[in-house]
């Protein structure tokens, strides 16, 4: 099986339309047409993760994001960048296969990135989530509690709060990535990754945050790929502090 | 969004016609129409009705008895601003939530939000604050950090106590006494009485010694160019996908040089501390001061 056999058995199975103007859901590096030994779902191809996809013997990588380090992929400005070349050498030496899947996945019934955050933070009943995602109830508790066990759940470094840590919350919106919900008075606690009349905004980073939906990325992809072995491979937490 | 098409449109006949007598200096109280109309005039430049820099809330046509700045005026930046008489407030970045800054703009650019509508129960209560306060707000940003004296640069090098340290005046390099990457980043935590924005990548037991400094934002293209130059980063806030991903995947190479991003408004504050002084040689017979937003982010136990 190639890798472009894996991405049209994708295409077949995403259950919306297919939008080839999308400049982020393609192939980024390497040869389509290589054989693949196994498939590797990430939210970020990071340098640490390539690595041990590769030593896993998993040759196509699956990234909810980039791989150069900006939107577009765009690697005009990088051709002469040390970091650049060694990332480049060390997929093409290994015959490795790098796609994207972003747009297609938030457009997806369920958004797994959407499910698996909501998971992660200890919140249930979002099984069947899409991108905005409505408000979910946890049991009350206090925003500085519910943060806690937020952090302590997702294991999260670069978390940031605001609000007060005394204010009673029970009502949770939650947007992965930097898809941080538009405040509203209908939530306590809006969480997002990136950027309050709800009480209290937690921003779980962007790895931390999207990651999870890409264990329910792989899980999905093997109902119709039998062939190779899939496997999530995280991305590191980036932050010391 | 009435009254502010309003209030733009006294503006413009304020500032633009130079038979306005009400509003010419010295005959009569000094407005924030006349206030801005000196400081658009010492900054230079095109001021379009389009672009970030203009009146965001209130009545320019209003006299002026103090002016604030501020890296953002947050409602509680508004609250210290009314209570020590300052009702020009001079902002860095938006007041409501998004470039769009209480317009309605066509379409969203990029990614993240645009900011709320004007029908938006939090805009409307802003907005009310700053008009029942007789408040006037004017955001200052992109024509203040073109200054060929780039104080957002300078503020935050004094704020940090780096400002003889400089390596060369036209670059925001600095060379700081040889520290491990966790002792400079507590030293910056201290001087900017931080509490949980700041978030660093690299290795942390890596030697700091030459810093770059980039308050505000910064795009992937000046990392890339930057980068190999210098120990660490400090800057504003970049995007996770790019320019941390960047950091993360040269300390996987193993160098050891760090990302340290502090806050945007946090890596703003100093530079908007000296819009404050530079206020009081430009609009003169007022009295101008600064006003913290701090650090809004804390860490969950």
């Known amino acids: 099986m190639t890798g472009r056999e894996v991405v049209e058995l994708i295409k077949k199975h995403v259950g919306v339309p297919w939008n080839e103007q999308s400049y982020r859901d393609t192939f980024k590096l390497g040869n389509p047409d290589s054989q693949v030994k196994g498939i590797a779902t990430t939210v970020m191809v990071t340098f640490g993760m390539l690595k041990r996809a590769n030593e896993a ?58 499910v698996g955050s909501l998971r992660s933070v200890g919140v249930k009943g979002g099984e069947d989530a899409v991108m905005r995602a409505r408000v979910y109830t946890i049991p009350e508790t206090t925003l500085g509690e519910f943060a806690s066990q937020v952090k302590r759940l997702t294991g999260s470094r670069g ?19 930097y898809a941080t919900p538009r405040i509203t008075a209908d939530a306590d606690v809006v969480i997002g990754a990136s950027l309050g009349m709800a009480k209290g905004l937690i921003m779980l980073g962007h790895v931390v945050s999207e990651q999870p939906g890409m264990e329910d990325l792989a899980n999905w992809m093997r109902e119709f790929i039998k062939d190779v072995p899939i496997k999530f491979v995280p991305a590191d937490e980036p932050f010391w502090t | 969004m009435k009254l502010i098409n309003l209030s733009r449109r006294h503006f413009a ?12 200096a ?26 970030p820099d203009g009146f965001k809330a209130g009545d320019p046509a209003t006299p002026v008895k103090g002016i604030a700045t501020t890296a953002m005026a947050t409602m509680d930046v508004l609250k210290q601003a009314a209570k020590a008489n300052s009702n020009l407030v001079l ?33 409307k209560a802003k907005r009310e604050f700053i008009e029942k306060n007789g408040l ?34 036209d670059d925001a390099l600095f060379d700081i006494p040889a520290a491990t990457a966790e002792e400079t980043v507590a030293m910056i935590r201290g001087k900017l009485n931080l509490r949980g924005g700041l978030r660093a990548v690299g290795d942390r037991r890596g030697v700091v010694k030459r810093v770059l400094l980039c308050p505000g934002t910064m795009t992937p293209p000046t990392m890339w160019q930057r980068y190999s130059e210098v120990d660490m980063i400090v800057a504003g806030e970049v995007r996770e996908w790019e320019n941390t991903h960047y950091a993360a995947d040269i300390y996987t190479i193993g160098e050891r040089r760090n990302l340290v991003t502090i806050g945007r408004v946090a890596s703003e504050e100093p530079g908007m501390r000296f819009c404050a002084v530079w206020i009081k040689s430009v609009v003169k017979g007022v009295p101008s001061r600064w006003i913290g937003a701090g650090d809004p982010y804390w860490r969950a136990a």
């Open chain 1, 57 to 114: 013997g998993l040759n196509m990588v699956i990234s909810h994001e980039d791989t150069f380090w900006n939107d577009r992929d765009e690697t005009k400005d990088l051709t002469s960048n040390p970091l650049y070349k060694l990332k480049t050498e060390y997929v093409l030496e290994n015959d490795m296969i790098i796609w994207r899947i972003h747009d297609h996945m938030h457009a997806m019934k369920p958004d797994y990135t959407v």
């Open chain 2, 13 to 24: 006949l304020a500032a633009g016609s130079v038979v306005a007598a009400p509003f010419a």
């Open chain 2, 136 to 169: 006037v707000v004017f955001r200052l940003r992109d024509h203040w950090q073109a200054r060929k004296e780039n104080d957002m640069v300078a503020g935050l090098a004094e704020a940090l106590g780096w400002s003889k340290r400089r390596v060369k005046p």
């Open chain 1, 159 to 177: 978390f940031r709060c605001v609000g007060d840590p005394k204010a009673k919350v029970s009502r949770i919106l939650l947007g992965p990535g």
């Open chain 2, 26 to 51: 010295g005959a009569g109280p000094l407005t924030a129409g006349d206030a801005v109309k000196r400081i658009q005039t010492e900054l230079g430049g095109d001021w379009p009705d389009m672009g």
């Open chain 2, 91 to 123: 902002t860095y970045e938006p007041t409501f939530y998004g470039r769009a800054d209480g317009r309605a703009l066509a379409a969203p650019v990029g990614r993240g939000s645009a900011g709320l509508a004007p029908d938006d129960s939090v805009f």
